[in-house]
């Protein structure tokens, strides 16, 4: 009597459904591939991606390093300057 409920027909139904669909499905298989595939000869591998990026780092990290080292030069020549100016200030007035 549980099984003519409406709620539980309908279950058992979808339920059916389901399973049976499941039954008629194709696994995958391993050799199956999905989608388009590009030829090996024409696209690079992960690995020359991966130089070509840190070759393009490594030369960021030149500049930044040859820009840092340059402004410090500079700031240390004022520094210098400023000092030598203030010592020949300060002599001429003694």
Same mark, same amino acid.
């Given at each position: ?11 058992? /139904? ?18 199956? *591939?999905?989608?388009?595939? /590009? ?12 130089? *070509? ?19 410090? *030069? ?21």
């Amino acid at each position: 009597m549980a099984l003519f409920c409406p709620s539980r027909r309908t279950d058992f /139904i979808l339920l059916l459904v389901l399973v049976v669909g499941l039954l008629y499905m194709e696994p995958a298989r391993a050799d199956q *591939e999905s989608g388009t595939t /590009i030829p090996a000869e024409s696209r690079p591998c992960v690995d020359c991606h991966a130089f *070509e990026f840190m070759q393009r780092a490594l030369q960021d990290l030149k500049k930044t390093a040859y820009n840092l080292d340059s402004r410090t *030069e500079t700031l240390l020549l004022q520094v210098e300057k400023r000092t030598l100016c203030d010592c020949t200030t300060a002599n001429a007035l003694s």
